[in-house]
T-cell receptor, first 112, second 112 residues
Framework: GDSVTQMEGPVTLSEEAFLTINCTYT??????LFWYVQYPGEGLQLLLK?????DKGSNKGFEATYRKETTSFHLEKGSVQVSDSAVYFCALSDLEDDKIIFGKGTRLHILP | DGGITQSPKYLFRKEGQNVTLSCEQNLNHDAMYWYRQDPGQGLRLIYYSQIVNDFQKGDIAEGYSVSREKKESFPLTVTSAQKNPTAFYLC???????????FGDGTRLSIL
């Protein structure tokens, strides 16, 4: 069945460092891909999405490109801030299975 | 503002007691979901509903029950049969299954 694999955390970086959080997927169809962010004590918020191969989703300085050839959707940001500290979830939706599958989440700590 | 409201934010349950978590949305979404989140774990799907008066079991439905009598409301009951109910519970909605989900801020349930 479909699945999402994210790099395990926690990831600890200094402010202004470059961020990459890896996400790979397996799917039988042509899924849409998402990144969600969860701040402490809150629900998840949609951060960005991509619906087809080579699409780039972007929001708040974060970017991710849908790579069909490597089945990946890595999250990147050029210069992180303390306020980016949160848990990040990669997810896919497959119209054939008609559901969304979440990865296990990656906790990010940004040090001032 | 449109959104999802979960209440209460914190809930305590005595042994052998059923408790009900509220979830209301004013986004006019057809699909609604309940997830359980444990520390260091990803999201696990409890139940979901695609339309009023219909719902399906997710991956961990045992010990839980739901109803969907109105489009806006999808309450979750944690029954006494759920032996390990302490967790963070998240409600979400989407226009239809497989579309991006909007999340509430969660209810934290603890056992007295």
């Amino acid at each position: 069945g479909d699945s999402v694999t994210q790099m395990e955390g926690p990831v600890t970086l200094s402010e202004e460092a470059f961020l990459t959080i890896n996400c790979t997927y397996t799917a039988t169809g042509y899924p849409s891909l998402f990144w969600y962010v969860q701040y402490p004590g809150e629900g998840l918020q949609l951060l960005l999405k991509a619906t087809k191969a080579d699409d780039k989703g972007s929001n708040k300085g974060f970017e991710a490109t849908y790579r069909k050839e490597t089945t990946s959707f890595h999250l990147e940001k050029g210069s992180v801030q303390v306020s980016d500290s949160a848990v990040y979830f990669c997810a896919l939706s497959d119209l054939e299975d008609d559901k969304i599958i979440f990865g296990k989440g990656t906790r990010l700590h940004i040090l001032p | 503002d449109g959104g999802i409201t979960q209440s209460p934010k914190y809930l305590f349950r005595k042994e052998g007691q059923n408790v009900t978590l509220s979830c209301e949305q004013n986004l006019n979404h057809d699909a609604m979901y309940w997830y359980r989140q444990d520390p260091g774990q990803g999201l696990r799907l409890i139940y979901y509903s695609q339309i009023v008066n219909d719902f399906q079991k997710g991956d961990i439905a045992e010990g839980y029950s739901v109803s969907r009598e109105k489009k806006e409301s999808f309450p979750l009951t944690v029954t006494s049969a759920q032996k390990n109910p302490t967790a963070f519970y998240l409600c979400a909605s989407s226009q239809r299954v497989s579309q991006p989900q909007h999340f509430g801020d969660g209810t934290r349930l603890s056992i007295l």
